[in-house]
């Protein structure tokens, strides 16, 4: 007998185990998708929605990558990375984060994502708690579904750089497990002070039973000329360094987005249990990307350095503009490449805004609250495309929001 689609596809729905039947898609992929389908029916759309970095991979990255490629580093590998990729990855970090650093506590993977995933299937158990910041990354929400543990949003401060320690202080019960910091933060740009900080780890040192998970993924993308604090400094001088993992990688800083390459520094005795988690799942991660990823962390930061100030440029031309919109304010970011204008004043819901934006006016941008409750009444713009494109896409968001009626 034939099976009508609706009803195969509600009792397969009714097949999913409580640990995806709740994921959700991400917003920049959705957008995305959504943008891609209009781009196929003859719209011109412009790209803000992806935090994409319109830079090529280093032309050194490359070129070590294809050699290894002809030296047949094609094979499988070490499952947590190779031994000359953990040892850059000790070197940077440690040069980096200010923190004595050793290959044996690093764990890579293809992206920064495994890692955060894989230590939170070692630590998290159903009915644990995991606070993550809000507005923040999807991808903390759903990693902490996967495990049957409970998401637990917390606001930030109102310049969207620290946690409110107020309310995390409020939210913090004998059921939490994972304390989730981002810095630079996606999406605002907000980079966390060191006093801040300082003031996180004496809460945190009263929960023993706590694990700090640090996202330092755009660490190196600051415009100030430095590197944006690591909680693994302070963490080491309060004595939380054994419970604390830091995640960063390659795609962000080395444009190396598409390679696929991610790290994270943990005690070892953790790396023993990823390692395992990823034997038995990812097998390894590809070899010749490692072999590329060593190069670019050793390599000259030339290139890095001319990116930031391009980004510089495109992060105040952005801002500037968006301040000069009807019913928009916008802070300047000190990290990241996300400007995240308040648009309330608009009179539209970020929701409506985003996607009148796309439909409307061609403009592809991410509501505020895809990244939780506490970004409503904002939109995240990524600004990693050229200056030209900016102007095009910001001279459409503008002629729209003047057109909305008042």
Known sequence: PYVLWDTFDSAMESAWTPAVSGLVNEGAYAVLEAATLLEKAGRTIVHFEIGQPDYPTPEHVVEAGVAALHAGRTTYCNPSGTADLKAAIARRMTATRGVDITPEEVVVGPG?????????????????????????????????????????????????????????SAAITAQTRVLIINSPSNPTGGVTPVADLVALAELVQKWPQIWIFSDEIYAELVYDGTVAPSFLKVAAEAGLRDRTLV????????????????????????????????????????????????????????????????????????????????????????????????????????????????????????????????????????????????????????????????
């Open 112 to 168: 920064c994502k495994p890692g955060i995933f894989f230590a939170c299937m070692a630590l998290l158990r159903p009915g644990d708690e995991v606070i993550i910041p809000d507005p923040g990354f999807p991808s903390y929400t759903n990693l902490a579904k996967v495990t049957g543990a409970t998401a637990v949003p917390v606001r930030l401060n109102a310049d969207n750089t620290s946690f409110d320690l107020a309310a995390l």
């Open 247 to 406: 995640f960063d990688g390659a795609s962000k800083t080395f444009c190396m987005t598409g390679w696929r390459l991610g790290w994270a520094v943990m005690p070892p005795a953790l790396v023993e249990r990823v390692h395992l988690l990823m034997v038995h799942t990812i097998g390894c991660s590809a070899n010749f990307t490692q072999v590329a990823g060593a190069a670019a962390l050793d390599g000259p930061r030339d290139g890095l350095d001319s990116m930031l100030e391009e980004y510089r440029k495109r992060r105040d031309y952005v801002c500037d503009r968006l301040n000069t919109f009807p019913g928009v304010t916008c802070a300047t970011p000190a990290g990241a490449f996300y400007a995240f204008p308040n648009i309330a004043g608009t009179g539209l819901s970020c929701e409506e805004f985003a996607s009148r934006s796309l439909h409307e006016a061609g403009v592809a941008i991410l509501a505020g609250t895809d990244f939780g409750a506490g970004g409503a009444g904002h939109v995240r713009i990524s600004y990693v495309r050229s200056l030209d494109v900016l102007e095009d896409g910001l001279d459409k968001l503008e002629a729209f929001i003047i057109d909305l009626p008042t």
